[in-house]
């Protein structure tokens, strides 16, 4: 929690915080199963998404990038997934298929 200090401004103390560490087992490309669905979302709009992938949080955030280029469309990585935004399997599919991922 965030506390006021005398005349110093805010400091953090991080015994307050809670540290939550999630240890997540990194595989390789060749061993990954991608899953890949599309969603319906609010007003028709349709979300790609890619489950299932072993990676930490910063590399899943590089793959989202390199898809949303790859793919030309926007997306985000969220809760352990890929978004991407429209119906993009076949690009997607393409794109992990030249990568050397596995794909269900």
Do not use: H
């Not at 349709?46 to 990676?55: E, F, G, P, R, Y």
């Not at 590399?59 to 926007?74: E, I, V």
């Amino acid at each position: 929690m965030s506390k006021r200090t005398n005349g110093q401004g805010w400091s953090l103390n991080t015994s307050d915080t809670q540290q939550v560490t999630q240890q997540t087992e990194i595989k390789p490309p060749e061993k990954q199963r991608a899953v890949f669905a599309v969603e319906k979302r609010k007003k028709g709009k349709k979300v790609t998404l890619i489950k299932n992938l072993a990676l930490s949080d910063a590399d899943l955030k590089d793959l989202a990038r390199t898809l949303k280029t790859a793919c030309g469309t926007g997306g985000t990585a969220r809760d352990g997934e890929i978004e991407l935004q429209g119906d993009c399997r076949d690009r997607a599919r393409i794109w992990f298929e030249k990568n050397g991922y596995g794909l269900k």
